[in-house]
Protein backbone atom coordinates (compact mmCIF):
# COMPACT_ATOMS: atom_id res chain seq x y z
CA UNK A 1 0.00 0.00 0.00
CA UNK A 2 0.93 3.43 -1.11
CA UNK A 3 1.37 5.96 1.69
CA UNK A 4 -0.66 9.03 1.97
CA UNK A 5 1.03 12.52 1.82
CA UNK A 6 -0.54 14.10 4.93
CA UNK A 7 -3.16 13.74 7.58
CA UNK A 8 -4.22 16.02 10.43
CA UNK A 9 -6.34 14.76 13.38
CA UNK A 10 -8.07 17.00 15.37
CA UNK A 11 -8.31 15.01 19.13
CA UNK A 12 -8.01 16.32 22.38
CA UNK A 13 -7.07 12.92 23.80
CA UNK A 14 -3.30 11.78 24.63
CA UNK A 15 -4.93 8.27 24.59
CA UNK A 16 -6.46 8.27 21.43
CA UNK A 17 -3.56 10.81 19.91
CA UNK A 18 -1.01 7.61 20.46
CA UNK A 19 -3.74 4.87 19.16
CA UNK A 20 -3.47 7.23 16.17
CA UNK A 21 -0.23 7.71 15.54
CA UNK A 22 1.18 4.45 16.63
CA UNK A 23 -1.28 2.70 13.82
CA UNK A 24 -0.51 5.06 11.36
CA UNK A 25 3.61 4.50 12.16
CA UNK A 26 2.75 0.55 11.90
CA UNK A 27 0.87 1.07 8.89
CA UNK A 28 3.27 2.78 7.10
CA UNK A 29 0.39 4.71 5.35
CA UNK A 30 0.86 8.57 6.16
CA UNK A 31 4.06 10.20 4.69
CA UNK A 32 3.54 13.18 7.59
CA UNK A 33 0.42 13.59 10.38
CA UNK A 34 0.02 16.78 12.64
CA UNK A 35 -1.98 16.44 15.47
CA UNK A 36 -4.56 19.31 16.23
CA UNK A 37 -5.87 19.54 20.01
CA UNK A 38 -9.12 21.21 19.31
CA UNK A 39 -11.83 23.68 17.22
CA UNK A 40 -9.54 26.81 17.74
CA UNK A 41 -6.32 25.43 16.58
CA UNK A 42 -7.97 22.94 14.04
CA UNK A 43 -9.72 26.18 12.20
CA UNK A 44 -7.00 28.44 12.54
CA UNK A 45 -4.84 25.48 10.54
CA UNK A 46 -7.48 25.29 7.96
CA UNK A 47 -7.68 29.40 7.53
CA UNK A 48 -3.74 29.26 7.43
CA UNK A 49 -3.84 26.86 4.10
CA UNK A 50 -3.33 29.35 0.90
CA UNK A 51 -5.52 28.46 -1.88
CA UNK A 52 -2.30 27.93 -4.27
CA UNK A 53 -1.42 25.17 -1.77
CA UNK A 54 -2.60 21.44 -1.59
CA UNK A 55 -4.73 20.85 1.38
CA UNK A 56 -3.80 18.10 3.43
CA UNK A 57 -5.05 14.27 2.05
CA UNK A 58 -7.15 13.37 4.76
CA UNK A 59 -8.19 15.08 7.77
CA UNK A 60 -9.72 12.74 11.08
CA UNK A 61 -11.68 14.64 13.66
CA UNK A 62 -13.32 14.25 16.51
CA UNK A 63 -16.59 15.52 17.75
CA UNK A 64 -16.31 16.13 21.20
CA UNK A 65 -13.54 19.00 22.03
CA UNK A 66 -13.05 20.87 24.94
CA UNK A 67 -13.31 24.22 23.13
CA UNK A 68 -16.43 23.12 21.16
CA UNK A 69 -17.55 20.59 18.71
CA UNK A 70 -15.65 18.85 16.06
CA UNK A 71 -18.76 19.33 14.05
CA UNK A 72 -17.71 23.22 13.78
CA UNK A 73 -14.47 22.21 12.14
CA UNK A 74 -15.89 20.05 9.85
CA UNK A 75 -18.43 22.81 8.85
CA UNK A 76 -15.97 25.17 8.23
CA UNK A 77 -13.47 22.64 6.26
CA UNK A 78 -16.46 22.55 4.27
CA UNK A 79 -16.05 25.98 3.42
CA UNK A 80 -12.88 26.28 2.33
CA UNK A 81 -12.51 22.62 0.34
CA UNK A 82 -14.88 20.03 -1.23
CA UNK A 83 -14.88 16.71 -0.43
CA UNK A 84 -12.50 15.44 -2.51
CA UNK A 85 -9.78 18.11 -2.22
CA UNK A 86 -10.28 17.72 1.45
CA UNK A 87 -11.67 14.48 2.62
CA UNK A 88 -12.85 14.77 6.32
CA UNK A 89 -13.23 11.44 8.71
CA UNK A 90 -15.55 11.94 12.11
CA UNK A 91 -14.06 9.65 14.57
CA UNK A 92 -15.35 9.43 17.31
CA UNK A 93 -16.41 7.53 20.10
CA UNK A 94 -20.18 8.36 19.72
CA UNK A 95 -22.55 5.78 18.16
CA UNK A 96 -25.91 8.22 18.45
CA UNK A 97 -27.40 7.75 14.91
CA UNK A 98 -28.39 11.73 15.40
CA UNK A 99 -24.10 12.54 15.17
CA UNK A 100 -24.04 10.30 12.23
CA UNK A 101 -26.50 12.09 10.53
CA UNK A 102 -25.22 15.42 11.36
CA UNK A 103 -21.89 14.32 10.01
CA UNK A 104 -23.03 13.71 7.11
CA UNK A 105 -25.62 16.82 6.41
CA UNK A 106 -22.43 18.97 7.24
CA UNK A 107 -20.18 17.41 5.25
CA UNK A 108 -18.27 14.09 6.54
CA UNK A 109 -17.07 11.61 3.82
CA UNK A 110 -16.68 9.26 6.45
CA UNK A 111 -18.23 8.34 9.53
CA UNK A 112 -16.42 6.07 12.18
CA UNK A 113 -16.90 4.83 15.60
CA UNK A 114 -13.30 5.02 17.71
CA UNK A 115 -13.15 1.18 18.78
CA UNK A 116 -12.15 -0.01 22.02
CA UNK A 117 -8.68 -2.19 20.94
CA UNK A 118 -5.67 -0.84 19.21
CA UNK A 119 -5.92 -4.02 16.68
CA UNK A 120 -9.30 -2.40 15.30
CA UNK A 121 -7.60 1.40 16.06
CA UNK A 122 -4.97 -0.34 13.29
CA UNK A 123 -7.49 -1.97 10.75
CA UNK A 124 -9.30 0.93 10.90
CA UNK A 125 -6.64 3.52 9.41
CA UNK A 126 -5.07 1.20 7.10
CA UNK A 127 -8.33 0.79 5.68
CA UNK A 128 -8.62 4.89 5.31
CA UNK A 129 -5.42 4.81 3.72
CA UNK A 130 -6.31 2.31 1.48
CA UNK A 131 -9.88 4.41 0.83
CA UNK A 132 -7.88 7.69 0.20
CA UNK A 133 -5.60 6.64 -2.14
CA UNK A 134 -8.21 5.19 -4.32
CA UNK A 135 -10.16 8.60 -4.87
Known amino acids: MSAIDSLVF ?11 ETSIDQ ?3 VESAERLHGVTQAVAFLDSIPET ?3 PSLMLVDI ?7 FSVVEHARSRFDRRTLPVVVFSGSENPADVQTAYEIGANIYMTKPMHFNRYRYQIAGLCRFINRN
Do not use: Q, T
Not at 10 to 20: G, H, N, P, S
Open 53 to 55: EKS
Open 27 to 29: CEC
Open 10 to 20: VEDRDDDALMI
Open 64 to 70: NLPDGSG
